[in-house]
């Protein structure tokens, strides 16, 4: 069964700094990973999506890896702002017909 | 992008009552919805598949006898939750995908079981 690890659990770094929020997956066999943002008490959004045959997407600040041999991702967000305060989920799928396995999330918090 | 909508965004029930909770795919028709639940401090973890016209498939460990779900359109899920138990208290999350297409997500529903 597919699992997913985030590391750190929690994060809290000043703002203006660059930070890297990692997942890991124990299958490799995946159809795309994606990144979500959960703020607190509300539904998630979406953030980067990765298909398995690419490395890597960018989208303004944010920038998302993926290795899938070695069963890792990373979110890379640069220029932290105090709104990018939020809960950063990870999840794969295998299939665009197939449910999402979600990490256990990292929660950000950047200090003004 | 695709949306989807759930109903209610919060409900409060009494202890052995039922709620029923609403997933609808606006804009596309949705071939499987999926229903996710997620405990304070924990990540998503999926309840059961349901595919239209047909039942649903659910996770080891979420009784489908407690938990029905009906998908009887192809934008319309709804997952009920039969004689309700504090435990039961959760956030409720949807998401559905069109055959061959991405999965979307609903806002979610903030169960409370008083």
């Known amino acids: 069964k597919q699992e997913v690890t985030q590391i750190p659990a929690a994060l809290s770094v000043p703002e203006g700094e660059n930070l890297v929020l990692n997942c890991s997956f124990t299958d490799s066999a995946i159809y795309n990973l994606q990144w979500f943002r959960q703020d607190p008490g509300k539904g998630l959004t979406s953030l980067l999506l990765?298909?398995?045959?690419?490395r890597e997407q960018t989208s303004g600040r944010l920038n998302a890896s993926l290795d899938k041999s070695s069963g890792r991702s990373t979110l890379y967000i640069a220029a932290s702002q105090p709104g990018d305060s939020a809960t950063y989920l990870c999840?794969?799928?295998?299939?665009?017909?197939?449910?999402?396995?979600f990490g256990t999330g990292t929660s950000l918090t950047v200090i003004p | 992008g695709a949306v989807v909508s759930q109903h209610p965004s919060r409900v409060i029930c009494k202890s052995g009552t039922s709620v029923k909770i609403e997933c609808r795919s606006l804009?596309?028709?949705?071939?499987?919805m999926f229903w996710y639940r997620q405990f304070p401090k924990q990540s998503l973890m999926l309840m059961a598949t349901s595919n239209e016209g047909s039942k649903a498939t659910y996770e080891q460990g979420v009784e489908k006898d407690k938990f029905l779900i009906n998908h009887a359109s192809l934008t319309l899920s709804t997952l009920t939750v039969t004689s309700a138990h504090p435990e039961d208290s959760s956030f409720y999350i949807c998401s559905a995908s069109r055959l061959g297409n991405e999965q979307y997500f609903g806002p979610g529903t903030r169960l409370t079981v008083t």
């Open positions: 999840a794969v799928t295998r299939g665009t017909g197939n449910q999402f396995y």
């Open positions: 804009d596309f028709q949705a071939t499987t």
């Open positions: 990765i298909q398995s045959s690419q």
